[in-house]
């Protein structure tokens, strides 16, 4: 296939996109489709390659291994090695099976399966991003023989492709319905995408130069605005995936006659960012996660600019001194098969590492302990999901055992996660009958709109039954500041919030508390102890570590106001936990018992000690 300019310049738009996104989201909030960009590019290539009279299987694979093995095998070994070095056994078991994943192509599958509310934050998983690398070899591995039997049997490619397109489209976009993943990860909801491509490699080239401009700046601005208004938190593929794969079409069929495309897309720069976009779009994720793991917060916008400019340097020699000499010196067969081999040296090592618990062997007893808390079972004393509802879950699930109607003593804990994970602890001091437990995933007690459709349903459910049912105690709790930066009085989240309290006290609960903002540990409690004991080496976990709380503390003072204006108990855990001293680790004079098993939820000993505090201060009475 002849070799175009204009497709480099397009990768490059695409690879940027990406980074823009993982690297500013607050900025380029949907970055994310230069994925889709890729995918077109790839349907495009791979369908002309395969319509040439000499296609040859045993060549497009050796190829295709060629391409993607040597970069790869670079990013998968200095993965290993640095997770190795920097991170606890939890995260490196989940490392070594990712890289384990990655080596057999099929990562998409792994991330697929492990989505959910409590898997580990996206910033934690430094090859979260080859899950496409996997939709894009499976599309390798059936795609070619799906297209020469059909040609074998006489078919129209066009036919064929179009009706790929049109029953994958259908399918990603039934998989939409469902709430699920799965039409993000899974590759026959993503086929459309790159038949889309091959589509554009069998019809002619375009045929109206007077319109190519016009195509071009369409296609450009179809990328760049969705890369702009497109958010992570929609459902995505959606229309605006059919918007971004009609814009990048336009761009392949008119760009050869477009001078727009030969002025913006062929440029040296951007040809160049193009040859190296693969190797980029491998280095810049688990360079970003790593800092972020070192760094133990977020990376400022100076450091993330660094971390760019440490993966632009990475990519390039990654494309001058491996992929540009292994193209040009080695035979093709040769080179595939030692790349092939050597990447399943490096899958085994990483499934060594999931099947030994991420070598815990490396750590003394004192660590090990706190790393027992990345394995916590959460879900083992909080009911969930009967009482405690995940995010797609409708109010109907929650179970009848989540409330007691008959005890006028009950004391009902309303809010999102962490209000569930405080009610174990609630029930060991106060009793389990009195306990009631109405809790969902990312939904903080406030009655209105502005949550999103799952919440205000849930939230108005739950004040539906306490009118009904209305227990003698309400405890309303939840991460604060997740969901608002500022609590103060312009804040909507704040009127959202006095309206749950106007509304509970009309349906006549006689008493309500609400908790302030609790502790936040970034990237997770877990986390910064290791990053502790790797500065002090000490022997027993700290009691307290020095943690930021200045937004925290603000938040906590706009809650506290809240209760003070509608006259209800008011107790915060930050202040509980965290002092002049640094936060609370663990329970006091405890081997390592610690208080929350990640970033902020409470495990079963830290919501006792709170809802101990509670008890001691008589904002309930008759507790046991």
């Not at 920097?86 to 384990?100: H, I, K, M, Q, S």
């Not at 929609?234 to 059919?242: N, Q, R, W």
């Not at 749950?500 to 409690?525: D, N, T, W």
Request: proline share 5%; aromatic share 14%; hydrophobic share 50%.
């Amino acid at each position: 296939m002849i070799y175009r300019k204009d497709i480099d310049g397009l990768r490059a738009i695409a690879v940027l996109a990406v980074i823009g996104f993982h690297a500013f989201p607050r900025f380029i909030r949907g970055g994310f489709i230069g994925v889709d960009v890729f995918f077109v590019i790839s349907g495009f290539l791979i369908t002309g390659i395969i319509l040439k009279a000499d296609f040859s299987f045993r060549e497009f694979y050796a190829r295709r291994a060629r391409r993607l093995f040597p970069a790869l095998i670079l990013v998968l070994s200095a993965s290993l090695v640095l997770g190795w070095l920097f991170l606890t056994p939890f995260d490196l078991e989940n490392l070594g099976r990712e890289v384990a994943a990655a080596t057999l192509f099929i990562p998409n599958f792994l991330f697929w399966s492990e989505t959910g509310y409590f898997d580990a934050a996206a910033n934690t998983k430094p090859l979260l991003h080859v899950w496409s690398l996997g939709v894009e070899e499976q599309f390798y591995l059936i795609y070619p023989a799906l297209i020469i039997v059909a040609l074998r049997f006489r078919l129209s490619a066009i036919a064929v492709l179009l009706t790929m397109t049109v029953l994958s489209l259908f399918v990603c976009y039934y998989l939409l319905g469902t709430g699920s993943a799965s039409a993000f990860y899974l590759p026959y909801a993503r086929a459309w995408e790159f038949s889309a491509g091959g589509i554009l490699a069998v019809i002619a080239k375009g045929r109206f130069p007077a319109a190519a401009n016009t195509a071009v700046a369409i296609g450009l601005a179809a990328i760049l605005f969705s890369s702009w208004l497109v958010t992570p938190d929609a459902p995505y593929p959606s229309s605006a995936t059919v918007i971004v794969v009609m814009g990048t079409m336009l761009i392949i069929y008119f760009g050869q006659q477009s001078s727009l495309s030969r002025r913006l897309l062929e440029t040296d720069t951007a040809v160049f960012t193009g040859r190296i976009s693969y190797p980029l779009y491998l280095w810049h994720w688990p360079l970003l996660t790593f800092f972020f793991l070192l760094k133990e917060s977020r990376l400022s916008d100076l450091q993330t600019v660094i971390v760019l400019i440490v993966s632009f340097l990475a990519a390039t020699l990654t494309y001058r001194l491996v992929e540009r000499p292994v193209a040009i010196k080695f035979r093709l067969e040769h080179i595939a098969g030692v790349s092939a081999g050597i990447l399943f040296a490096i899958g085994l090592s990483g499934a060594a590492l999931d099947f030994s618990n991420g070598a815990p062997a490396r750590f003394p007893d004192a660590l090990l302990q706190v790393f027992s808390y990345d394995r916590y079972k959460f879900a083992s004393d909080a009911f969930f999901p009967g009482c405690w509802l995940r995010t797609n879950d409708p109010p109907s699930s929650l179970r009848t055992i989540c409330t007691n109607f008959d005890d006028r003593g009950s004391i009902a804990v309303w809010g999102d996660s962490h209000a569930a994970r405080l009610a174990p602890g609630m029930r060991k001091v106060f009793g389990d009958r009195r306990i009631w437990q109405m809790a969902k995933s990312s939904c903080p007690p406030v009655i209105g709109p502005g949550m999103g459709k799952a919440c205000e349903e849930w939230n108005d459910y739950v004040m539906d039954l306490t009118r009904k049912h209305p227990p003698g105690t309400l405890v309303l709790y939840a991460s604060w500041q997740l969901y608002s930066r500022s609590w103060k009085n312009d804040a909507p989240q704040r009127a959202m919030l006095i309206k749950s309290i106007q509304e509970a006290k009309k349906a006549g609960v006689s008493r309500i508390i609400l908790l302030g903002q609790g502790p936040v540990f970034q990237p997770s409690l877990t986390t910064l102890l290791f990053h502790d004991w790797k500065k002090k080496g000490w022997k027993s976990v700290p009691e307290r570590l020095p943690v930021e709380t200045v937004s925290l503390d603000a938040i906590d003072k706009d809650i506290a106001a809240v209760a003070n204006l509608t006259g209800v108990e008011y107790l915060s855990p930050l202040a509980l936990f965290c002092t002049a001293d640094g936060c609370l680790t663990k329970i006091p004079d405890s081997p390592a018992r610690l208080i929350t098993w990640d970033y902020g939820h409470f495990t079963t000993d830290g919501a006792t000690f709170l809802a101990e505090t509670i008890a001691q201060a008589n904002l309930i009475p008759f507790a046991r």
